[in-house]
Nanobody
Framework: QVQLVESGGGLVQPGGSLRLSCAAS????????MGWYRQAPGKERELVATITTAYTTNYADSVRGRFTISRNNPANMVLLQMNSLKPEDTAVYYC??????????WGQGTQVTVSS
């Protein structure tokens, strides 16, 4: 069973920065990709960014140019550097671990609130 531990959420003013991290443990099957999704109140969960073991990245249009995803393959860790944050970035952010069987595992979520 894969366990994902997320950290780094919090309250930040518009224009500020936060960095989220996620560490995976208990993995049996090798990783295919890791990433982040988010869910705002009353909305469906949506893609933020993903990164494969080959370091291929994919970003939502709404965050491209402001957010940067990176990973540490040996440590099964993924980071999300979020800059120029906007109120519309407010959401619960969930870490994704996709294994080589294309099975998805999710973290418990970390709250990001952008407000003055």
């Amino acid at each position: 069973q894969v366990q994902l531990v997320e950290s780094g959420g919090g309250l930040v003013q518009p224009g500020g920065s936060l960095r989220l991290s996620c560490a995976a443990s208990g993995t049996i099957f090798s990783v295919n990709a890791m990433g982040w999704y988010r869910q705002a109140p009353g909305k469906e969960r949506e893609l933020v960014a993903t990164i494969t073991t080959a370091y291929t990245t994919n970003y939502a249009d709404s965050v491209r140019g402001r957010f940067t995803i990176s990973r540490n393959n040996p440590a099964n860790m993924v980071l999300l550097q979020m800059n120029s944050l906007k109120p519309e970035d407010t959401a619960v952010y969930y870490c994704l671990y996709r294994d080589s069987r294309m099975r998805d595992y999710w973290g418990q979520g970390t709250q990001v609130t952008v407000s003055s």
